[in-house]
């Protein structure tokens, strides 16, 4: 009689040694993937996608490679923000303005302070005529660099002292007049992009200096152009 073969005797790799190979190409194909991404080379993408999808249109929408940050063009905004902020600084020193406007920059923004009755008259809201030449440099600056900026925002703000004028029955009106008369004259004199500027009024509610001293309320009697640089959260 023919003798059974029992279990333990039969021939071959035993059952375990099937998973434990299906594991071990698993963890290849994983180190494989994540050696592509952090290569970020274009061609290794492209060929890895196009071996998953094997022409059936499987993966097919992320054949192109990751979405990263474009560190040349940040880089050349970047540059092109620091040109404007350079030309607005040779501007306001070559004119001996370094007292009555005063400029600052961030990264992502260059911000512009026109000191108390710089651009305006005490209680007025119409521009002063040295203003106009003022304004007229600097926003051709603005075009010159138009494509680094994102926005320009012209805020108006005042002192503690109250006002009421039948144009003006409170500093809001004020401060908003003035930031808007400055807006009006970038759009409709110098063909600045409508697009690109804003104004608001803060009256007397943000002050950067103490509204109980001469000096203070004269701090904070000024408007201010913040320029935000393209790309940026503004």
Same mark, same amino acid.
């Given at each position: !009689?023919?003798?059974?073969?029992?279990?333990?005797?039969?021939?071959?790799?035993?059952?375990?040694?099937?998973?434990?190979? *299906? !594991?071990?190409?698993?963890?290849?194909?994983? #180190?494989?993937?994540? $050696?592509?991404?952090?290569?970020? *080379?274009?061609?290794?993408?492209?060929?890895?996608?196009?071996? #998953?999808?094997?022409?059936?249109?499987?993966?097919? =929408?992320?054949?192109?490679?990751?979405?990263?940050?474009?560190?040349?063009?940040?880089?050349?905004?970047?540059?092109?923000?620091?040109?404007?902020?350079?030309?607005?600084?040779?501007?306001?020193?070559?004119?001996?303005?370094?007292?009555?406007?005063?400029?600052?920059?961030? =990264?992502?923004?260059?911000?512009?302070? #026109?000191? *108390?009755?710089?651009? #305006?008259?005490?209680?007025?809201?119409?521009?002063?005529?040295?203003?106009?030449?003022?304004?007229?440099?600097?926003?051709?600056?603005?075009?010159? $660099?138009?494509?680094?900026?994102? !926005?320009?925002?012209?805020?108006?703000?005042? *002192?503690?002292?109250?006002?009421?004028?039948?144009?003006?029955?409170?500093?809001?009106?004020?401060?908003?007049?003035?930031?808007?008369?400055?807006?009006?004259?970038?759009?409709?004199?110098?063909?600045?992009?409508?697009?690109?500027?804003?104004?608001?009024? $803060?009256?007397? $509610?943000?002050?950067?200096?103490?509204?109980?001293?001469?000096?203070?309320?004269?701090?904070?009697?000024?408007?201010?152009?913040?320029?935000?640089?393209?790309?940026?959260?503004?």
């Amino acid at each position: !009689m023919r003798r059974k073969v029992r279990q333990s005797e039969k021939k071959g790799a035993p059952a375990w040694m099937n998973t434990y190979g *299906d !594991m071990v190409t698993l963890l290849l194909t994983f #180190f494989v993937l994540l $050696y592509s991404f952090s290569s970020v *080379d274009t061609g290794k993408w492209q060929s890895l996608v196009n071996s #998953f999808s094997g022409g059936t249109g499987v993966l097919e =929408d992320v054949a192109t490679t990751p979405k990263q940050v474009d560190y040349e063009a940040l880089h050349s905004q970047l540059q092109e923000f620091q040109k404007l902020f350079e030309q607005l600084e040779e501007y306001i020193e070559q004119n001996g303005l370094g007292s009555r406007v005063e400029l600052a920059k961030t =990264d992502n923004e260059i911000q512009i302070r #026109f000191v *108390d009755n710089v651009l #305006f008259d005490p209680g007025e809201a119409k521009l002063k005529p040295e203003a106009i030449e003022i304004l007229s440099k600097i926003t051709l600056a603005f075009q010159s $660099y138009n494509n680094s900026i994102e !926005m320009v925002r012209i805020e108006g703000h005042t *002192d503690n002292v109250a006002i009421n004028t039948a144009e003006f029955p409170s500093n809001w009106e004020l401060s908003a007049a003035r930031a808007v008369e400055a807006l009006r004259f970038l759009i409709e004199n110098q063909n600045f992009n409508s697009s690109k500027v804003s104004a608001v009024g $803060y009256g007397e $509610y943000h002050p950067i200096a103490d509204n109980n001293t001469d000096y203070g309320r004269a701090k904070n009697r000024r408007v201010d152009f913040v320029i935000a640089r393209t790309g940026s959260d503004y």
